[in-house]
């Protein structure tokens, strides 16, 4: 079945440093691709997402590119803040489905 | 627009007791809604999807006995926790995908229902 690996957290940064979250999926047919994040005590927000391969979604500077030969969607930024601490869930979408399925989440810490 | 509210926020109630949890798209409609349940640090375990005017669809290993899902307008879709129990004590997210637009394979999330069953 479909699925989504993102790389283990907690990711620790200082403030403005870039930013990596890895994700690479498992999927039949074109699936869409799509960052979430949630901020402590809150629900997902939608962050960024992709619907084809080599598409790229951005949001808020945040960046992923749909690689369909590396079957990946990687999270980057170049500078990252306080603010951005939170949990990452890459997930996806397969085409008629709907359904979501989710990467396990990495989670964020950004010092000043 | 893509708001969906929960409602309650949070709720404490005893062991026994059942417990609605109401989720709502507020500027769009949605004919499916996702219930989604997320436990301390994991990622979020799907559920059921819930079909207006339709059953519910459950997720293998979810019981459709205990967590009933009713769909009853394009814009409301409600999950009652029946007989609630110390473990079904978690956090209880919905989601809707819009009917009818271009983002129609976007979900957009609740803020989530903090259950605690004593």
């Known amino acids: 079945g479909d699925s989504v690996t993102q790389m283990e957290g907690p990711v620790t940064l200082s403030e403005e440093a870039f930013l990596t979250i890895n994700c690479t999926y498992t999927a039949t047919g074109y699936p869409s691709l799509f960052w979430y994040v949630q901020y402590p005590g809150e629900g997902l927000q939608l962050l960024l997402k992709a619907t084809k391969a080599d598409d790229k979604g951005s949001n808020k500077g945040f960046e992923a590119t749909y690689r369909k030969e590396t079957t990946s969607f990687h999270l980057e930024k170049g500078s990252v803040q306080v603010s951005d601490s939170a949990v990452y869930f890459c997930a996806l979408s397969n085409t008629g489905f709907q359904k979501l399925v989710f990467g396990t989440g990495t989670r964020l810490l950004v010092s000043p | 627009g893509a708001v969906v509210s929960q409602h309650p926020s949070w709720v404490i109630c005893k062991s026994g007791t059942s417990v609605k949890i109401e989720c709502r798209s507020l500027?769009?409609?949605?004919?499916?809604m996702f219930w989604y349940r997320q436990f301390p640090k994991q990622s979020l375990m799907l559920m059921a999807t819930s079909n207006e005017g339709s059953k519910a669809t459950y997720e293998q290993g979810v019981e459709k006995d205990k967590f009933l899902i009713n769909h009853a307008s394009l814009t409301l879709s409600t999950l009652t926790v029946t007989s609630a129990h110390p473990e079904d004590s978690s956090f209880y997210i919905c989601s809707a995908s819009p009917a009818g637009r271009e983002d129609t394979d976007t979900q957009y999330f609740g803020p989530g229902t903090r259950l605690t069953v004593l």
């Open positions: 500027d769009f409609q949605a004919t499916t």
